[in-house]
């Protein structure tokens, strides 16, 4: 019997994954990874590693969730060290749980490797903290896509009240119908919001808005983005430190080495 480690590789700049993180890639037989995940990194693999993408984007799935679940079974149980390599964090929204309980109900070895998460490394990038002493002292990771069993309505009605900052995944192509579901059930129109596409890598674009505007202003925004929704958002023409970076051509980070 293998192993198979459920590895975050962080939100797009490969400097961002963890050391744990790292070292799993270095010992594995088998890499299993998604779209976001920056191809960087399988240049620390093995040279004998299988490599197998299996990306998915929002209307196409290279391999469906059952078929990926079967691939990491099979491998566990041919003896392979098996690195199953999720774009942010595997445990949110990246279906790492899922692919927990199959592993565990079939007896294979599994950890966990927690990673940066896009919801709060986009928006660090883009100079907006989510929690601030004057601004918000609370926030909710929430995912743009309906959920199952859920009334659309309802779902956001809780959420327009709520948490005072709102970082939202997979929610640009329902951006109108959110904005519009806030302001009606309370938010106001003038509440602060940001796009950040493609957060920590030299792709990084940051539109901001307001609640009415937003769709506007961002109609060129594609995936993959983050929406913050909230005062916080105010601070970051005073703390956009990425793109100030990025206009001195600063972006000569260290390599991930091993």
Same mark, same amino acid.
């Given at each position: 019997?293998?192993?198979?480690?459920?590895v975050?590789?962080?939100?797009? %700049?490969? %400097?961002?994954?963890?050391?744990?993180? #790292?070292?799993?890639?270095?010992?594995? %037989?088998?890499?299993?990874? =998604?779209?976001?995940?920056n191809?960087?990194?399988? +240049?620390?693999?093995?040279?004998?590693?299988r490599?197998?993408?299996?990306?998915?984007?929002? =209307?196409?799935?290279? /391999?469906?969730?059952?078929?990926?679940?079967? /691939? /990491?079974?099979? @491998?566990?149980? =041919?003896?392979?060290?098996?690195?199953?390599?999720?774009?942010?964090?595997? &445990?949110?929204?990246?279906?790492?749980?899922?692919?927990?309980?199959? /592993?565990?109900?079939?007896?294979i070895? &599994?950890?966990?490797?927690?990673?940066?998460?896009?919801?709060?490394?986009?928006?660090?990038?883009?100079?907006?903290?989510?929690?601030?002493r004057?601004?918000?002292s609370?926030?909710? &990771?929430?995912?743009?896509?309906?959920?199952?069993? @859920?009334?659309?309505?309802?779902?956001?009605?809780?959420?327009?009240?709520?948490?005072?900052?709102?970082?939202?995944?997979?929610?640009?192509?329902n951006?109108?119908?959110?904005?519009?579901?806030?302001i +009606?059930?309370?938010?106001?129109?003038?509440?602060?919001?940001?796009?950040?596409?493609?957060?920590?890598?030299?792709?990084?674009q940051?539109?901001?808005?307001? #609640?009415? =505007?937003?769709?506007?202003?961002?109609?060129?925004?594609?995936?993959?983005?983050?929406?913050?929704i909230?005062?916080?958002?105010?601070l970051?023409?005073?703390?956009?430190? &990425?793109?100030?970076?990025?206009?001195?051509?600063?972006?000569?980070?260290?390599?991930?080495?091993?």
């Amino acid at each position: 019997m293998g192993k198979v480690y459920l590895v975050g590789a962080g939100p797009g %700049d490969p %400097d961002l994954i963890t050391v744990k993180g #790292l070292k799993t890639i270095q010992q594995s %037989d088998v890499i299993i990874y =998604d779209r976001l995940v920056n191809e960087e990194l399988m +240049n620390h693999a093995p040279k004998n590693a299988r490599l197998v993408y299996c990306g998915k984007s929002p =209307d196409y799935h290279v /391999l469906k969730q059952e078929e990926i679940n079967n /691939l /990491l079974c099979k @491998y566990a149980k =041919d003896g392979c060290i098996v690195t199953r390599l999720k774009g942010g964090d595997p &445990f949110i929204f990246g279906r790492g749980g899922e692919e927990a309980e199959v /592993l565990a109900r079939n007896g294979i070895p &599994f950890e966990v490797v927690p990673g940066i998460t896009a919801g709060s490394a986009a928006p660090a990038y883009a100079g907006i903290p989510l929690t601030h002493r004057n601004y918000s002292s609370s926030v909710a &990771f929430v995912t743009g896509v309906k959920p199952k069993g @859920y009334h659309a309505i309802d779902y956001w009605r809780h959420l327009a009240l709520g948490p005072e900052t709102l970082c939202i995944y997979m929610g640009v192509r329902n951006l109108p119908h959110i904005c519009e579901i806030l302001i +009606n059930h309370g938010r106001s129109p003038l509440t602060p919001v940001a796009l950040v596409h493609c957060g920590t890598t030299e792709e990084q674009q940051t539109v901001t808005g307001t #609640l009415e =505007d937003i769709s506007q202003k961002a109609r060129g925004i594609s995936n993959p983005a983050m929406i913050v929704i909230g005062e916080v958002v105010r601070l970051r023409e005073e703390m956009k430190w &990425f793109e100030e970076m990025a206009n001195h051509h600063e972006f000569q980070t260290p390599a991930v080495s091993g």
